[in-house]
């Protein structure tokens, strides 16, 4: 036990679980139990974040930090402008706004307009504009709201040119969008039942429903377009085609892109949805149609995805046609705008956009200004603009226009920020893991580093889902730059920087692929002189932060500092929380007998070791977390407070009112962050005052 810490005495139940005949202990199970529900959760919440707080409050960079940060963070940020009838709109952040505004104007020399500001929904700014959808005169819009970070959404729609909000509200969103018709009278959307009364940040999602809304009636009137009883692990996306013919329903079970789909005719009033896909082996992007011939992008024989047509009348998969081929880059994204297809693909985790036409024939290559990031490209097949946004690690983000005619962009808008690009390097690696594996790795620096082994580190990485992790410009990682601190991203396997194949290597039984290519990293990492233990921090969330506890578990005595955030860490009962079944089809389920033994050998809460000498660890979660519930972090903060023997502190920072990330307030993102990098200065021993 870290000799200036007193942690809570954390009490224990005598809690054993058998699986398949394996006798499983789990002293801890009462911290899964809901915060808000529960007072002995809360009392040992608050006694945890004391010892955080107090702890922290004694690192004098701490204050410091957070300055530095507000001043980097103090600079407008925009989104790419897109448009919905005749008016763009777009979103901006003044600086230090906790939420961004989204703005409007009629053409791109007028001034903008404010059209909704979530920075009045609350004081605190903790409830946040989240999915966004306008009909296709830009009439109305129909948008979410977030409240606390929950995935849960409450939506309304607003008359965009009065301002006027509607009295309805639609309630039990989460996981979907809203797809309106053509006409404008009204959209569909996909929504759960309302959960018990405290099981909504627990409960299970099951039983998905799709729905159609009409503008101006209450949910209660709203038309059940499609459920799946017999399925109730069921989930259902909607697309309306753009000529409005057609509703097509993208049904899954979990996050891996394998997808069934259903067509509805909505020129039949009493047709229903037809099966056109009726297995969950592949996937199936709706990317747009000409009448009955369906585009597809799928990995149907092509793990680094390809386009194909299905044709209605003749769907048979022999009829199959290719219209844009596998390429040896995998496929990222497909936008449809000019009547072209707008691919983005991975070249080595850097990206390529080209363009082609609906038959297939490639058209041009978008010239990028370097190595990074391009994201946007949004538009709808009748628009000869498109816009999107570069960025890489050392380069903060500009907005680009590019005219779909003449194929040539112009910068429309860049960030103007106090971080001096020009005073750090941006390099790829590659290096070989446990099994001889290539894997790639970017690494950012202050020019001029001396390869001493003397450098603080930070390594970061996420390996799965299919996630791929491409430079961009994030503020906390300047600031971990202007700090001296050598930044770095491992694109491990579970990602999708190299295909479906990429993906495969490291999900199921494959799992323990990401955490040697992540041990991997950090061994080459001082092999090569950048750093060396005492040095090195390890970093990820979500299923980064199950990657970060299955590390630290397995090789202590590599890292100097551990940061897993938000992890998935008891793998045995992952799936019996919220949204936690969809990810079966990516780590498997303790339920069968195979996967149990392959779950049980890596997960981190359950191979914690009593006696073990464990590096400097903080753990982050948040208390309305209802992606990956906090009980994860609870539980494994706890048991890795009881075994840890080592002088290395071991703390827990549960953030109030927020939720697995997306829509926390930028003062909850500059604390946090402060308390993080004030951890690793200590504990790193860093030169920094």
Not at 438 to 446: D, G, L, R
Not at 532 to 561: D, H, W, Y
């Amino acid at each position: 036990m870290a000799a200036d810490l007193d942690y809570p005495e954390t009490k224990k139940v005598d809690q054993v679980d058998t699986y398949h005949g394996v006798e499983v202990e789990d002293p801890y199970r009462w911290l899964e139990k809901d915060v808000r529900e529960a007072d002995d959760v809360r009392q040992w919440v608050e006694a945890e974040n004391q010892v955080t707080d107090q702890y922290l409050s004694q690192i004098p960079a701490r204050d410091k930090i957070e300055k530095e940060l507000t001043k980097l963070w103090d600079y407008a940020k925009y989104s790419a402008p897109f448009k919905a009838g005749d008016r763009y709109f777009f979103q901006k952040n003044d600086g230090l706004q906790n939420q961004s505004v989204l703005y409007t104007m009629k053409s791109l020399d007028d001034e903008p307009e404010v059209l909704i500001d979530p920075n009045k929904w609350s004081e605190d700014g903790t409830v946040a504009l989240s999915n966004m959808s306008f009909s296709d005169d830009g009439r109305y819009l129909a948008y979410g709201v977030q409240d606390a970070g929950s995935d849960w959404r409450t939506w309304h729609i607003m008359n965009v040119a009065t301002r006027e909000l509607l009295p309805e509200k639609l309630e039990w969103l989460k996981f979907t969008s809203a797809e309106w018709t053509p006409d404008g009278k009204g959209f569909f959307y996909g929504r759960f039942d309302e959960p018990e009364e405290g099981e909504a940040f627990q409960s299970l999602n099951l039983n998905h429903k799709l729905y159609y809304h009409r503008v101006g009636t209450p949910q209660s009137d709203d038309v059940l377009v499609y459920q799946r009883p017999d399925e109730p692990e069921w989930g259902f996306g909607p697309t309306v085609t753009d000529d409005g013919r057609y509703l097509i329903i993208t049904v899954w079970k979990g996050t891996a892109d394998k997808y069934r789909v259903f067509v509805k005719d909505l020129t039949e009033p009493y047709g229903i949805p037809v099966p056109l896909i009726d297995h969950f082996e592949n996937e199936y992007t709706f990317l747009t149609n000409d009448g009955a011939k369906f585009y597809f992008k799928t990995d149907l024989d092509a793990p680094n995805k390809r386009v194909i047509t299905i044709d209605l009348r003749n769907p048979q998969p022999e009829n199959y046609v290719e219209v844009i081929p596998e390429a040896k880059e995998p496929m990222e994204s497909i936008n449809v705008v000019a009547n072209q297809f707008v691919v983005s693909l991975l070249k080595d985790v850097k990206t390529q956009v080209k363009m082609y036409s609906l038959d297939g024939k490639p058209l041009r290559e978008v010239e990028l200004p370097g190595i990074g990031t391009a994201s946007g490209f949004e538009g709808k097949r009748t628009d000869i603009e498109t816009f999107y946004s570069f960025a890489s690690f050392t380069t903060p983000p500009s907005i680009y226009r590019h005219n779909m005619i003449t194929g040539e962009s112009e910068l429309f808008r860049r960030s103007e920020i106090e971080f001096d690009e020009s005073q750090y390097e941006l390099k790829q690696v590659f290096y070989k893991s446990k099994d001889g594996t290539k894997v790639p790795m970017f690494i950012a620096h202050k020019k001029g580093l001396k390869l001493d082994g003397n450098n603080p580190t930070l390594l970061y990485a996420y390996g799965g889902f299919n996630i791929s992790l491409t430079p961009y410009f994030s503020i906390s990682r300047a600031q971990w730059l202007e700090m001296g601190g050598v930044y770095c991203v491992a694109n491990l396997r579970g990602g999708g920087e190299y295909g479906e194949d990429w993906h495969k290597g490291g999900m199921l039984q494959n799992k323990q692929n990401v955490f040697d290519d992540f041990i991997a990293a950090a061994e080459w990492l001082i092999d090569n002189k950048y750093t060396s233990t005492p040095k090195l921090a390890i970093q990820g969330g979500s299923n980064g932060g199950l990657l970060v506890g299955a590390c630290m578990t397995q090789r202590p005595e590599l890292f100097g500092a551990c940061l897993p955030a938000v992890g998935v860490m008891d793998m045995l009962r992952f799936q019996k929380f919220t949204a936690g079944r969809y990810w079966v089809d990516e780590y498997g389920s303790s339920d069968d007998p195979e996967l149990f033994k392959v779950l049980n050998q890596y997960s981190p809460y359950h191979q914690l070791k009593k006696g073990t000498k464990y590096p400097a660890t903080m753990v982050t979660t948040a208390d309305t977390d209802d992606r990956v519930v906090p009980g994860h972090s609870f539980k494994f903060a706890a048991r890795l407070q009881e075994y840890n023997v080592g002088e290395e502190p071991v703390l827990i920072r549960i953030e109030t009112k927020a939720g697995h990330g997306s829509g926390k307030p930028t003062s909850k993102i500059i604390e946090e962050l402060a308390d993080v990098y004030a951890f690793l200065v200590k504990e790193l021993e860093m030169e920094y005052k």
